[in-house]
């Protein structure tokens, strides 16, 4: 499993800059924990009951998971918070969406730490003619 972000696809790459860059500037730091998968990585997950799609966006390099550090100062580096309780969840998840992202905490089954690129439809062609 990567967690580098020169394996996100470009047109995702440029908007997990921007969101890890307003995490930062939120005070918010986070480790992260993936970006792209192999088939194999994600039939394991499957199996293991931690993912619950079929065909994930990391597949694609289209998503990627973050997870916040708990309490810096107190608790050092290694210290992730993973209480889905925590509000650190809905700022990371409204930061975002404010970027266009589609975030997991909104999720019946959530996913906190999970942020994906939405596609987009492709539009119309131009007229030819006027």
């Known amino acids: 499993m990567s967690r580098a972000l020169d394996d996100l696809d470009p047109r995702f790459r440029w908007v997990a800059f921007e969101f ?8 918010i730091a986070v480790m992260i924990v993936s970006t792209r998968r192999t088939p ?8 293991r009951g931690v993912s619950w799609t079929t065909h ?3 597949l694609d390099g289209l998503a990627m998971d973050v997870c916040p550090y708990s309490t810096w100062l107190l608790h050092g580096a290694d210290k992730l918070e993973w209480n889905a309780d925590d509000a650190v969840w809905e700022t990371i998840a409204d930061l975002a969406e ?6 997991g ?3 019946t089954q959530k996913d906190c730490g999970h942020v994906e690129y939405v596609v987009l439809p492709e539009t119309a062609p131009a007229p030819t003619h006027v």
């Open 98 to 103: 404010h970027l266009g992202l589609r975030s």
């Open 40 to 47: 194999e990585e994600h039939a394991e997950n499957l199996r």
């Open 56 to 58: 994930s966006k990391h």
């Open 20 to 27: 890890l860059a307003r995490l930062t500037e939120a005070g």
């Open 105 to 107: 905490y909104r999720w």
